[in-house]
């Protein structure tokens, strides 16, 4: 079954807090993203993975890095977040090209 | 820079009655379109995925692309309220910096029993 997980789903931090989103995914895919979902905006590329160690900024990259050592991890790291963070962060995976498949989403406050 | 529109905002129809949704993008030289929906809380599951002027059918989900017109349309063949959700649009360009994904804002569809 194929599957995204993502850790943890929700979370609350104050602003300035380090934040980390980490996603798996057992289908051993090697491009994966980070997306964050908000009203009226829809979803917004942060990062994307094209292999282990091999990332790329997507649209809106300001605040965040990514790390990814293992190609069945990808972490979205915020240092020091700020409220406009605050929002749903999701993490998806695709073999190439193909279609994406999606985590259930990290719902992130930052107060 | 790709923009990718979708109509209507929300859509409220009876179970069992044809719900159609629209998607408009802004160049014509997308080469991928697919159909994901993604219920209350949760992620986005994929639906349909289009290539090819034409239809493409999966379960009750039809996907329409008319690329000359700039159109990409999904129909939900009797709906049920486990349809409730929102629909979202995805078009994918490739160019030589690789391929991207641009997604709309999604139209809300509400399957009353």
């Known amino acids: 079954d194929m599957k995204v997980t993502q850790m943890p789903r929700y979370l609350i931090k104050r602003m300035g807090e380090n934040v980390l989103l980490e996603c798996g995914q057992d289908?051993?895919?090697?491009?994966m993203y980070w997306y964050r979902q908000d009203p009226g905006l829809g979803l917004q590329l942060i990062y994307i993975?094209?292999?282990?160690?091999?990332?790329s900024e997507g649209d809106i990259p300001k605040g965040y890095r990514v790390s990814r050592k293992k190609r069945e991890h990808f972490s979205l790291i915020l240092d020091s977040a700020k409220t406009n963070q605050t929002s749903v962060y999701f993490c998806?995976?695709?073999?190439?090209?193909?279609?994406?498949?999606f985590g259930p989403g990290t719902r992130l406050l930052v107060l | 820079q790709q923009k990718v529109q979708q109509s209507p905002e929300s859509l409220t129809v009876s179970e069992g009655a044809m719900a159609s949704l629209n998607c408009t993008f802004s160049d014509r030289s997308s080469d991928n379109f697919r159909w994901y929906r993604q219920h209350s809380g949760k992620g986005l599951e994929v639906l349909v995925s289009?290539?090819?002027?034409g239809e493409k059918e999966e379960g009750s989900f039809t996907a329409h692309l008319n690329r000359a017109s700039l159109h990409v349309f999904l129909h939900i063949r009797e709906p049920q309220p486990s349809d409730s959700a929102l629909y979202l649009c995805?078009?994918?360009?490739?160019?030589?910096?690789?391929?991207?994904?641009?997604f709309g804002i999604g139209t809300r569809v509400l399957v009353r029993p």
């Open positions: 993975s094209y292999d282990v160690d091999s990332n």
């Open positions: 998806a995976s695709s073999s190439g090209e193909d279609t994406q498949y």
């Open positions: 289908m051993s895919h090697e491009t």
């Open positions: 289009i290539f090819s002027d």
């Open positions: 995805a078009v994918r360009m490739t160019n030589s910096a690789g391929n991207k994904l641009t």
